[in-house]
């Protein structure tokens, strides 16, 4: 008996969950059904499709003119950018081509006066290469002097010697005596060995000894 009725029970509360769910179901299918109808009738939605056209038309007319704008604005950013570029550009060139023409300028100023350092050069080259050719000439006319004033001397000695040999020894020592010792040297040098050594023989012992000596120092031997 207890178990019928809780059979009862369970049975009706089951009826009751599909009796209550069935009826939420109709409502909801109903409500579908109304929602349908209501977007298939052209009359009653016209004024919110037109409302809604207009808001979409609306954007899309703002996004257009807005993207406009953008673009017009980029394309005067874009300009104005070419012409600062464009600007920025051309100075550098000018500034770059006066520096250019000072650097060129400089140049020149540093070949002008190159040139005329060389031209002072070549001048002063001139003037030492003439003074050069003076100095030889000059040296030249010394040499040629010297040899002059020596064939004169030896001339001069010459004639002395044939002087002095044709003395007698002892006048042509006591003569001689009295001469520089370097004199009678070159004198005695350009004797005989037989007339050297009498005149020697004749002069003073001191003054004997010093020509000895000189005579010996000389590299030319007595003339025979």
């Known amino acids: 008996m207890k178990t019928r009725t809780i059979f009862w029970i369970v049975l009706l509360s089951c009826l009751g969950f599909v009796l209550l769910s069935g009826i939420q179901l ?5 409500n579908f059904t109304l929602k349908a109808d209501e977007h298939h009738k052209p009359e009653k939605n016209l004024p919110a499709l037109k409302a809604d056209m207009g808001k979409n038309a609306y954007a899309q007319d703002k996004t257009t003119n807005g993207e406009n704008t953008v673009a017009v604005n980029s394309d005067k950013e874009e300009s104005k950018g070419a012409n600062s570029g464009e600007t920025v550009s051309t100075e550098s060139v000018a500034e770059y081509m006066k520096y250019l023409r000072e650097k060129e300028l400089e140049i020149q100023k540093k070949e002008q006066a190159l040139k005329e ?5 070549r001048e002063l080259e001139k003037d030492l290469n003439t003074k050069l050719a003076h100095l030889e000439e000059l040296q030249k006319s010394i040499e040629a002097f010297n040899r ?7 001339e001069r000695l010459d004639t002395l010697v044939k002087i002095y040999v044709t003395m007698k020894p002892k006048d042509a020592a006591a003569l001689l005596e009295k001469l520089d010792d370097d004199l009678v040297t070159q004198i ?12 020697i ?5 001191k003054k004997a000894a010093r020509i000895t000596q000189k005579l010996t ?4 031997p007595l003339a025979r």
Do not use: V
Request: no cysteine.
């Open 117 to 121: 350092r060389e031209k002072i050069l």
């Open 188 to 199: 005695i040098s350009r004797m005989s060995t037989d007339q050297a050594a009498k005149i």
């Open 201 to 205: 023989a004749s002069m003073d012992i």
């Open 26 to 30: 109709f409502d909801l299918a109903r």
């Open 148 to 154: 002059q004033q020596e064939q004169l001397a030896n």
């Open 217 to 220: 120092e000389k590299k030319e």
